[in-house]
């Protein structure tokens, strides 16, 4: 029986009940009391053994993290700390755990830091604080396809191996499947691809919106959810090589209707973990404050956990242009707190993400949409405002991340978007496709990107990308 079941069975029934748990041990103290976990919800079932009546042998291999199946009574518990516990009257040992080796592993139970538990990424799920953080993110993605399946969006899968640079930044992971000690050359001494698998040049998708661009032309309202990746070389906190992406597209909605989608979608996900992870935000909000309390006062967080979300679902994202923001940086006095000590005094500059943290986090106190941005800083799809400068780009930028979601209104408009990639370097031969597109029924149509890996960031708290996904690819690592 899984730990939740258990954990409700005494309320709807009160009689006693004979269960069959299995799990993983987490302590067993005084030989009387075991912790047990099974990974289904953060707490442990405390498991009740009278040391007397198991022999030694059975008892002395009932060790952290051995895998145990536990047979006994349900009853309420007396002790605190738990509503219910098992006596028990049956122990099998699963799979045995060598204390010694445990040792010297992240199971053995103290606090490891979190840098640490990274070295050990096959072990770190059998952590409180990681089983948290993993069971938040599955309930988010179910959330953000119950969001969309309700409101008449369709599951389109993107493709993975693509023959564009979506973002037309350059940041693609190639794919080739020719032998590296032995590549076809051409005529000029380079690598031949046309004699590579595809016939030509490939690469691990960036995103997968000109695809679905092509589906929301047909199908109305789509959204993508899948693996992207990019080969930018960024050691940050927020960066990974291989995230997930979520691409709504929409037909026939402008940047007014994509901004109200954003907004809308993000307060549903956000308010469903509220809902759906109440034990595990509990968790997390207490592992921060406790962190927090090491810091200096000036830095705390004012807002726990769960009121930070709230706050998120309770109030409107400020919808700020580009052009509007610039004019607060620049009137902002440089700051002496390192932090936001950068200053901007141009128009046209890309924001550093100090300069959105700023916005949001000391000025309007509370998540903002920046839209209209320069054209020239942001990628060749979006489409072009009468200003012949700025386009119809938006991102919404959150407390303590940065930007959550980017996003834009596309060149619907053939003559301008050729145009476009002309100036901006894009080969027109290879995205003739996309630029066909506006030739039959072309219309105003929008969508964003939401990077998955930052929102369970927000969620849980956690304060490093690294530790939102199973298995981080950085630069320079993918052990596992
Ligand atoms: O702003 P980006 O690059 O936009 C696009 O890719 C568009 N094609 C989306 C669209 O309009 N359909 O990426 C979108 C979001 C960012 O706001 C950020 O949350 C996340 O994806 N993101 C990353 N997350 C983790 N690691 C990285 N290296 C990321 N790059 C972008
Ligand atoms: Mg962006």
Redesign the pocket.
């Known amino acids: 029986m899984q730990h939740t079941e258990i954990l409700t069975l005494i309320q709807s029934e009160p009689s006693l009940h004979q269960v069959i748990v299995k799990g993983w041990v987490r302590s067993f103290r005084s030989n009387r009391f075991i912790a047990l976990n099974d990974g289904s919800t953060i707490k442990n079932i405390q498991c009740v053994v009278d040391f007397e009546k198991f022999e030694e042998e059975t008892l002395k291999k009932i060790t952290v993290g051995a895998a145990i199946e536990v047979k006994g009574l349900l009853v309420e518990s007396q002790g605190q700390g738990q509503a219910v516990e098992i006596q028990v009257e049956a122990v099998e040992i699963l799979g045995e755990a060598n204390p010694e080796d445990v040792k010297l592993t992240i199971l053995s139970p103290k606090r490891h830091s979190l840098e640490k538990l990274r070295e050990q990424a096959h072990l770190r799920v059998r952590t409180n604080t990681f089983s948290a953080v993993m069971r938040t993110r599955s309930k988010l993605a179910f959330a953000i396809h119950e969001y969309f399946q309700k409101n008449g969006f369709n599951y389109m899968h993107a493709p993975i191996i693509t023959g564009s640079d979506?973002?037309g930044a350059g940041e693609m992971f190639r794919v080739s499947a020719l032998d590296p000690k032995n590549p076809p050359l051409d005529e000029n001494g380079n690598i031949n691809y046309k004699e590579d698998f595809f016939g030509k040049e490939t690469n691990l998708t960036?995103?997968g919106?000109l695809e679905a661009e092509t589906y929301a032309m047909g199908l109305g309202k789509v959204y993508t959810f899948g693996p992207t990746f990019?080969a930018?070389n960024?050691n940050t906190s927020?960066?990974?090589a291989e995230?997930w992406?979520i691409?709504p597209e929409v037909a026939f909605n402008d940047l007014d209707a994509n901004m109200d989608l954003a907004e809308d979608f993000i307060k549903y996900i956000v308010n469903y973990a509220l809902e759906n992870c109440a034990d595990d935000l509990e968790f997390l909000e207490d592992r921060l404050l406790q962190d927090e309390k090491s810091k200096p006062q000036a830095e705390r967080s004012d807002m726990a956990l769960r009121e930070k979300l709230k706050f998120i679902v309770d109030n409107n994202f400020k919808r700020v242009t580009y052009t509007e923001a610039i004019e607060i940086l620049k009137r902002s006095k440089p700051n002496q707190k390192k932090k936001f000590k950068y200053i901007i005094d141009e128009w046209g500059a890309d924001l550093q993400s100090e300069h959105e943290r700023f916005l949001v986090e000391k000025h309007f106190k509370c998540p903002v949409i920046l839209f209209d941005y320069p054209a020239k800083i942001k990628a060749f799809y979006m489409r072009l405002n009468d200003d012949g400068n700025t386009v119809r780009a938006m991102d919404v930028l959150f407390p303590g991340i940065g930007?959550?979601?980017?996003?834009?209104q596309r060149e619907e408009r053939y003559d301008v978007l050729k145009q476009k990639m002309e100036t901006m370097g894009i080969d027109e031969k290879e995205l003739w496709w996309y630029l066909e597109l506006r030739k039959f029924g072309t219309a105003v149509h929008s969508?964003?990107?939401?990077?998955f890996?930052?929102m369970v960031q927000f969620v849980t708290g956690m304060g490093n990308?690294r530790d939102v996904i199973p298995y981080p690819r950085t630069p320079g690592n993918a052990e596992f």
Not at 447 to 451: E, Q
């Open positions: 979506a973002e960036v995103s919106q990019r930018e960024s927020r960066h990974l995230f992406m691409e930007e959550i979601v980017g996003g834009s969508g964003f990107g939401l990077g890996e930052r990308i």
